[in-house]
């Protein structure tokens, strides 16, 4: 899976990933990330997700990082908020008021770009990668956020049945990326209804990823 395959996907609208809605599991367990009007969210791989508005709605700041640019200026659009567009670091930087897009590969991004981060919202990115990315993107992230707490939905499936992405990412895969550095939590499993892709049974999985040391 490269870049090619995702720009692809939003320049055909193949993107049945994106929910017309406030991700109910959001909604149910943001409480669990304990922040504070005017603390900081980043989003990995946010696509244009209706999510992003209910976070601003809350008072919190957001960042987020995609690859697609037609992905970004639809968000801005659904918002409507007019960006200011920066280039910065390789990336392209659209910004409003407590929110910032950056636009490239997340693998690029770092610390410096992000700056001090008070939690993580994955809902969609983990599940994106296959399995060889995943090690590497769970590494990438816990080192540039610093281990900062998370909020992780992913699904589980029969991934024989069913080609990813979204992938199938059973439990046991979470711990081994992310146990060294986080109490993990499973918040709920929920049947997903029809299935994945109308194919086979998958489960919606919800975890709390808190920093040990905090």
Request: aromatic content about 10%; some cysteine.
């Given at each position: 899976?490269?870049?090619?395959?995702?720009?692809?996907?939003?320049?055909?609208?193949?993107?049945?990933?994106?929910?017309?809605?406030?991700?109910?599991?959001?909604?149910?367990?943001?409480?669990?990330?304990?922040?504070?009007?005017?603390?900081?969210?980043?989003?990995?791989?946010?696509?244009?997700?209706?999510?992003?508005?209910?976070?601003?709605?809350?008072?919190?700041?957001?960042?987020?990082?995609?690859?697609?640019?037609?992905?970004?200026?639809?968000?801005?659009?659904?918002?409507?908020?007019?960006?200011?567009?920066?280039?910065?670091?390789?990336?392209?930087?659209?910004?409003?008021?407590?929110?910032?897009?950056?636009?490239?590969?997340?693998?690029?991004?770092?610390?410096?770009?992000?700056?001090?981060?008070?939690?993580?919202?994955?809902?969609?990115?983990?599940?994106?990668?296959?399995?060889?990315?995943?090690?590497?993107?769970?590494?990438?992230?816990?080192?540039?956020?610093?281990?900062?707490?998370?909020?992780?939905?992913?699904?589980?499936?029969?991934?024989?049945?069913?080609?990813?992405?979204?992938?199938?990412?059973?439990?046991?895969?979470?711990?081994?990326?992310?146990?060294?550095?986080?109490?993990?939590?499973?918040?709920?499993?929920?049947?997903?209804?029809?299935?994945?892709?109308?194919?086979?049974?998958?489960?919606?999985?919800?975890?709390h990823l808190n920093t040990c040391s905090r």
């Amino acid at each position: 899976m490269d870049i090619n395959f995702w720009h692809e996907k939003w320049r055909r609208g193949e993107i049945g990933f994106h929910r017309q809605d406030i991700n109910p599991h959001l909604l149910a367990h943001l409480h669990q990330l304990k922040l504070k009007s005017g603390q900081h969210i980043l989003l990995p791989l946010c696509g244009k997700t209706k999510d992003i508005a209910y976070l601003l709605n809350q008072g919190y700041q957001v960042t987020g990082v995609e690859l697609s640019e037609l992905a970004v200026r639809e968000l801005f659009e659904d918002l409507s908020l007019t960006p200011e567009v920066t280039q910065v670091a390789g990336f392209q930087c659209y910004s409003a008021n407590k929110i910032r897009i950056f636009v490239g590969d997340f693998f690029s991004f770092n610390h410096d770009l992000l700056g001090k981060v008070d939690a993580i919202y994955d809902r969609a990115a983990l599940v994106a990668l296959p399995l060889a990315m995943r090690k590497d993107y769970s590494r990438h992230l816990s080192h540039i956020t610093h281990c900062a707490p998370q909020l992780l939905i992913t699904y589980e499936y029969q991934q024989d049945a069913v080609e990813g992405p979204p992938f199938s990412i059973s439990e046991q895969e979470v711990f081994e990326h992310y146990a060294k550095a986080y109490e993990i939590t499973l918040l709920e499993r929920v049947d997903v209804a029809g299935g994945m892709k109308g194919k086979v049974a998958s489960t919606e999985v919800v975890y709390h990823l808190n920093t040990c040391s905090r």
